[in-house]
């Protein structure tokens, strides 16, 4: 009986150890980048830089989403903060300068540029409206 358990253990630490050898000599997958949304933006890139709260929209022209943020967006009460829209292909620069490889986002900066609020997506009216109160 004490020899069948040794065995199976012996067995068991042989297979575990061609499992971790085999393992070893395979490549990794590639990783994939991820995007991410800017966490700065350059306040002289946009218009109005005076104004202390920016919303940007950044859109394109095939977008059938960013009219559903565009309507969101211009249906809020916006007194206190300027909104500017940033469509591909017209405004290409803007969009490779901030690494913005899908649409709609939407970033709300501070005067100095800190997006403190970004959403990638169609975001509901509720968490847009409670990103701008919070202003």
């Known amino acids: 009986m004490l020899f069948n358990l040794f065995l199976a253990l ?5 297979a575990t150890l061609i499992a971790y050898l085999v393992n070893k000599r395979r490549d990794d997958s590639p990783s994939v980048p991820k995007s991410s949304l800017p966490v700065q933006i350059d306040r002289s890139d946009f218009e109005h830089q005076n104004r202390t709260w920016l919303l940007v929209f ?22 206190s903060v ?30 100095e540029g800190v997006v403190i609020w970004s959403y990638a997506g169609v975001p509901s009216a509720e968490l847009l409206g409670e990103a701008i109160s919070n202003l």
């Open 10 to 14: 012996l067995l068991g630490g042989f």
């Open 58 to 79: 950044f859109s394109s022209d095939t977008c059938d989403s960013c009219i559903k943020v565009r309507d969101l967006i211009y249906d809020m009460p916006l007194d």
């Open 82 to 111: 300027h909104v500017q829209e940033v469509s591909f292909p017209k405004e290409e620069r803007l969009h490779l300068r901030y690494g913005i490889d899908s649409v709609p986002i939407v970033l709300i900066a501070d005067f």
